[in-house]
C-alpha cells in the first residue's frame, strides 16, 4: 500500500471507536482526499479454522487503480483470516438481518425465510407484546 494511504489511515483511524461500524464514513472521507481510488461494496468475510467463512459482515472500502485495497477501517475486524466479497452488479444487496436467526434479508421483510418468520411471531406472542 502507498505511503500516502497509510498516513491518511494512520492519522484517521487509529483510534478503535474511529473504525467499527464506519466504513461509510471514512471511506467516503478517504476518496475526497485520493479521488483515484475507487469504493468497493460488499462483505468482509470472517474465516474459521476450517477455512469456511464464519461471519459476514456487510462493509465498504476502496481499491486503487491496480485492483489493491485499501481499508482504512481493517482494524475493526478481530480475526486475522478474513477476505472481501464485492457484491457484483444484479446481485441482490442485502437490507438488514433477521430479527430471528441474524442471517441476512434481502428484502423488506423483518425475517429471512416463513420458518423464522413464524418462529418471531410465536416469541413476540408468547411474550404478550401484541
Known sequence: MESKYIAWING????????????????NEMIVEFPELKIVKG??????????VSKKYLHQ????????????TKGQY?????????????EPKPKGKCINCGNWVYDNSFT???KCSEEAARIIMSR???
Open 43 to 52: 462483505f468482509a468475510c470472517r474465516v474459521n479454522g476450517n477455512g469456511e
Open 12 to 27: 484517521n483511524c487509529n483510534e478503535y471507536n474511529e473504525v467499527v461500524g464506519k466504513c461509510i464514513e471514512r471511506t
Open 128 to 130: 404478550g407484546i401484541i
Open 112 to 114: 429471512c425465510s416463513d
Open 61 to 72: 472500502w476502496l481499491v486503487n487503480e491496480n485492483g489493491e485495497i485499501i481499508d482504512p
Open 78 to 90: 478481530d480475526a486475522i483470516c478474513f477476505f472481501y466479497k464485492e457484491i457484483q452488479d444484479g
